[in-house]
């Protein structure tokens, strides 16, 4: 959360965002999609030296560095898993989908229910823990649309640096 900004308040408000941009099936498979690609780019750059075990902590707070990246990754991969257990849970209730506030604390809970994406474990137990990651929200995908590669290439396309302008004559 931002700065002066009350973390509890702050991740109700976001995941209220995000269920209502979610709008049933197809907003899950657009989420596994967003964070199996984001799991793929975090694999990429778990391979940098100092982006995970002992001096990840240090390094993952240096702007520009591949821990830096790496870290801003990650807490898009978190935050998309506690949106999605959220809205499961709501969706769950036996009382129309409502659960209450959800603290801080709770929300980390939730976040490492699927796997523990602290980048201060060994890379060997990091990259093993985002592998696990992906095959669930893979299963997700497959589960919800029929074409996997179809969500993927759009989140693909929209990766690409848009095609640079040639400066006028």
């Keep these: 959360p931002p700065p002066g ?22 907003g899950r498979a657009l989420s596994g999609a967003i964070v199996t690609s984001s799991i793929d780019h975090a694999l990429s750059l778990a391979k940098g030296n100092w982006t995970t075990g002992f001096f990840a902590p240090a390094t993952r707070r240096i702007p520009g560095t591949p821990a830096y990246d790496l870290a801003a990754t990650v807490d898009t991969i978190k935050a998309n898993i506690g949106f999605d257990k959220l809205q499961a849970m709501r969706e769950s209730s036996t ?75």
């Design 5 to 26: 900004i009350n973390p509890k308040l702050w991740y109700e408000e976001k995941a209220k965002e995000y269920i209502k941009r979610q709008g049933g099936e197809p």
């Design 95 to 169: 009382t129309g989908g409502a659960l209450g506030n959800v603290s801080e604390f709770e929300n980390r809970l939730l976040q490492s229910t699927v796997g523990n994406l602290e980048q201060s474990q060994s890379k060997e137990q990091f990259t093993r823990n985002l592998r696990r990651v992906k095959a669930v929200y893979e299963n997700i995908i497959h589960n919800q649309i029929k074409s996997p590669q179809e969500a993927r290439r759009i989140l693909d396309a929209a990766d690409k640096p848009p095609p640079e302008t040639p400066p006028a004559a």
